[in-house]
């Protein structure tokens, strides 16, 4: 059916807002839509897996951002054992304090490595397990009740922690940051701090080690793998070596607080390290 409408209807139609579609007599003719060009390909590299490129930290004397430990990321880093060896005690304790070489620093409220500004020579080096909370509190071995049990243990034997030569000990402990409860140090952790713990025999020069407690025991007797392993009933009695010091393994005082009938044998042995220090007078 076809419309047919003159201009005067058209006109009216338009007015009244009606759009009317009339069929256009001539042929349609289709526009295609522009489409912009394309920018020109450019050269790929070759196809390969991702490089990811990280960059090193900053670091001074082995310890990230020049011995400052960031807070938020603790990234493991070797300690720098070669630089540990011409470090004087102040420097020896900051670059413990903020070393994160292995995951006990996480849970650290300070380093337990104790030395005066000026180190005095001492006879002994009294080694102990890894800190407890009070250690790690007060900063220093041997504290509270293990250290007043120890002191006078040695008091015993005329020596103290203030002493120097004969008469002296220097405490330190086998590792320098607490672990987490409950955690034993592994011998990766060992392995990490030793090089805090010989640069300290370096600065006191001891003459015999007494190894206090388990871990102690496992570090002081490595060179001595096949008793490393025995309980620590069986490792006593004898005197190992160290790089030639001599070694006696005795019970931590921490034990002898919960096990006191041990104490007699802690002074046996305390009296067998005086021995390798001042032979009988039948052998002399």
């Given amino acids: 059916m076809s419309l047919d409408l003159d201009d005067r209807q058209r006109a009216m139609l338009q007015e009244m807002g009606v759009r009317v579609w009339l069929p256009s007599t001539e042929p349609e003719q289709v526009v ?118 120890l002191d006078n243990m040695l008091k015993a034997a005329g020596i103290s922690r203030t002493g120097h030569g004969r008469q002296g000990a220097h405490l330190s402990n086998v590792v ?22 010989l640069r300290e025999m370096e600065l006191v020069q001891p003459k015999v080690i007494l190894a206090m407690g388990r871990s102690a025991t496992q570090w002081a007797l490595q060179e001595h793998p096949q008793d490393a392993a025995l309980p620590l009933d069986k490792q006593r009695g004898r005197v190992y070596r160290y790089r030639g010091i001599p070694v006696v393994v005795t019970y931590h005082p921490a034990a002898l607080l919960r096990t006191s009938a041990n104490k007699a044998k802690a002074w046996a042995d305390l009296c067998l390290a005086m021995d390798t220090l001042e032979p009988p007078a039948s052998l002399q």
Avoid at 57 to 64: F, L, N
Avoid at 176 to 197: E, I, N, W
């Fill in 176 to 197: 320098k940051c607490r672990p987490p409860v409950g955690r034993l140090p592994q011998a990766a952790d060992l392995a990490q701090c030793a090089p805090f713990l």
């Fill in 32 to 149: 295609a839509p522009s489409i912009p060009p394309s920018p020109p390909p450019t050269a790929s590299p070759r196809a390969g897996p991702a490089a990811v490129v990280v960059a090193p930290p900053v670091s001074v004397g082995g310890y990230p951002n020049g011995g400052v430990r960031n807070p938020t990321v603790a990234v493991p880093v070797a300690v720098n054992a070669s630089v540990l060896q011409g470090e004087d005690a102040p420097a020896l304790r900051a670059a413990a304090a903020s070393c994160s070489a292995c995951g006990l620093c996480a849970g650290r409220k300070h380093s337990t490595l104790h030395l005066p500004d000026a180190p005095v020579q001492t006879d002994w080096l009294v080694l102990g397990d890894p800190p407890d909370a009070d250690e790690d509190r007060l900063g220093q071995p041997f504290v509270e009740q293990t250290g007043v049990l």
